[in-house]
């Protein structure tokens, strides 16, 4: 999307957060925990009617969306009809993608912000996948459910409560999926330790460990277009983890969360920021507006969520130290324990609980409890690529999901509470890490939700 129009749109809001922050308040919040009033019925399990084939539009096409196109177009049942980016090249550059497998060109929406309206108005559009900076997000999403389309949309989802409750709002209202596509849900490991817990290998779960830990520092370069040219200014007006779903999502499912657990309340700190500010003045000559910038954003933040069920989670994130890559993806129950980066584990009955069995031990481990959509579906997805193949593994679900009228793996809900990480770790910070509730976006039906199943079991 036009770098103009995003920086206008965020430092509007922006501003509004800054206000917020400095008089303690932030807006949707304190008033979030009453349930609002519903404008549908829940989308809990929701079953669309089924499609024979899933009629597709894309908007956002650059990186992260012309990934998806090239995936989507080796998904059976797929028809992509309609591409909307407002930077024509990037627009343009995907045609090679349906010259390579002989099919026609579609339509291009390539004028200004807000032609994804347009394309909108087609009454052959079934689903509407969303890959544009975080700011559009929520406007796109909703756009799209109300034109009658299914909505799949980039992490995060959302950046504060209210637009949360517009997703879930807006879902319930039109009857729409609407999924947040955290494919990290996807991931061979991910997939294995949801079955384990599943089957209640590591017993009751107590805690879990969840992290985006990755130096992105390089984004910074990118400063006319690409993802560092909107996502830089983030850092320099928000105080928070803002960038919570990759390391959560998982997490979440183990511990059911919407479906007979939700989160409760959370407290976050942030350290001093200090990296971006020291690469800017070692990368960038004098005057250059990445120096100007003033980073406000701590390196790191800590998160505590507790849930209503007691369990605790640490959520951390850091998008700037010098640290390999991790998510941690740890949790941890009365019986054993599993711990990613690098993956290891522990299981009371089955070996030492003095030392973790990792390396060549695992290989039994997932012998045995690899995730049956794995077994069935990983050696394609890894073939086919995407982050290891999750990103493959992710879209195939959902157009199998689509197809056969069956419920998604993750719905609005789950969009809005892992989203809601974000906000609610600003407003905590900026409050002497005060505690804050999360709103129950699912108004009461956590508590009869049904816990995410074993596909293929």
Not at 14 to 40: S, V
Not at 83 to 93: L, S
Not at 349 to 374: C, I, V
Request: aromatic share 8%.
């Amino acid at each position: 999307m036009s770098d103009s129009m995003d920086r206008r749109d965020f430092l509007k809001a922006a501003g509004m957060a800054g206000l917020a922050a400095a008089t303690g308040a932030m807006p949707g919040l304190a008033q979030a925990a009453p349930l609002r009033p519903q404008r549908g019925k829940s989308v809990m399990g929701l079953k669309a009617p089924k499609l024979d084939t899933v009629r597709v539009a894309l908007i956002g096409v650059g990186a992260r969306g012309g990934g998806h196109l090239n995936q989507l177009l080796d998904i059976e049942g797929v028809k992509v009809v309609a591409v909307c980016d407002n930077h024509q090249p990037t627009a343009e550059r995907t045609l090679g993608q349906f010259k390579k497998r002989n099919l026609p060109n579609p339509p291009l929406y390539t004028n200004g912000d807000f032609d994804y309206r347009r394309m909108l108005d087609r009454d052959d559009i079934d689903a509407v996948f969303i890959s544009t900076p975080w700011e559009w997000h929520v406007e796109m999403a909703v756009d799209a459910m109300n034109a009658g389309k299914h909505a799949f949309v980039e992490v995060p989802a959302a950046l504060t409560i209210e637009e949360c409750w517009r997703l879930v709002d807006t879902s319930e209202a039109t009857q729409r999926h609407c999924m947040m596509m955290e494919n990290v849900n996807y991931g061979r490991e991910e997939l294995m330790l949801l079955n384990m817990c599943r089957l209640g290998l590591f017993g009751e779960l107590l805690h879990g460990e969840a992290a985006y830990i990755h130096d992105l520092r390089g984004q910074m370069h990118e400063i006319e277009h690409g993802t560092g040219s909107w996502r830089t200014l983030h850092y320099a007006r928000r105080n928070g983890n803002l960038y919570p779903t990759h390391g959560l999502g998982p997490v979440a499912q183990y511990m059911n969360i919407n479906r007979g657990d939700r989160f409760d309340y959370m407290s976050s700190a942030s350290s001093p920021a200090r990296v971006r500010a020291q690469y800017a003045a070692q990368k960038f000559p004098e005057g250059h507006s990445r120096r100007k910038l003033k980073f406000v954003c701590g390196d790191i933040n800590t998160s505590i969520i507790k849930t209503i069920r007691g369990r605790t989670i640490m959520v951390q994130w850091d998008e700037q130290l010098p640290r390999p890559y991790t998510r941690h993806n740890f949790v941890q129950g009365t019986k054993g324990a599993f711990g990613g980066f690098p993956n290891r584990i522990v299981v009371e009955g089955r070996g030492s609980t003095d030392d973790w069995q990792e390396g060549k031990d695992l290989d039994k481990w997932f012998a045995e409890f690899d995730h049956p959509l794995w077994k069935r579906m990983g050696e394609l997805a890894q073939r086919m690529g995407g982050h290891g193949g999750m990103d493959f593994l992710m879209l195939w679900r959902i157009i199998d999901c689509l197809r056969n009228g069956e419920p998604l793996d993750q719905d609005v809900y789950d969009a809005a509470a892992w989203s809601a990480v974000t906000p609610l770790s600003e407003w905590s910070v900026a409050n002497r890490s005060q505690s804050i509730d999360f709103p129950d976006f699912t108004r009461g039906m956590w508590r009869t939700g049904e816990p995410l199943g074993i596909v293929g079991s």
